[in-house]
């Protein structure tokens, strides 16, 4: 089992960033893949980033690669979504969500574990 929370979101001016954070509980942490999507009303859930266990692998949605950077700290249980660049289209909730297995593009269905997500707005 495994319980997240994200925290960071908030109110940015278009140019800015933000660095979200997700902590995890449980012992296997180091075990898990990771993953941040985004979701504005009316819209799926759409893949932003994911990393595999080790920090190793990672794989972003068109959209943000370049501007977006996952990474993990497997000592503080905790997977951070630092975002550079933002533009108002960014706009959206932020979830965090873990997964056994790594691959480059997952879907919503491949996780299993997501926490209840932090807003980021980006005003232009």
């Known amino acids: 089992q495994v319980q997240l929370e994200e925290s960071g979101g908030g109110l940015v001016q278009a140019g800015g960033s933000l660095r979200l954070s997700c902590a995890a509980s449980g012992r296997t942490f180091s075990s898990w893949a990771m993953g941040w999507f985004r979701q504005v009303p009316g819209k799926e859930r759409e893949f932003v980033a994911t990393i595999n266990w080790s920090g190793k692998s990672t794989s972003y949605a068109d959209s943000v690669k370049g501007r977006f950077t996952i990474s993990r700290d497997n000592a503080k249980n905790t997977v951070y979504l630092q975002m550079n660049s933002l533009k108002p289209e960014d706009t959206a909730v932020y979830y965090c969500?873990?997964?056994?297995?790594?691959?480059?593009?997952?879907?919503?269905?491949?996780?299993?574990?997501w926490g209840q997500g932090t807003q980021v707005t980006v005003s232009s």
């Open positions: 969500a873990a997964r056994y297995y790594y691959s480059d593009y997952p879907s919503r269905a491949d996780f299993g574990y």
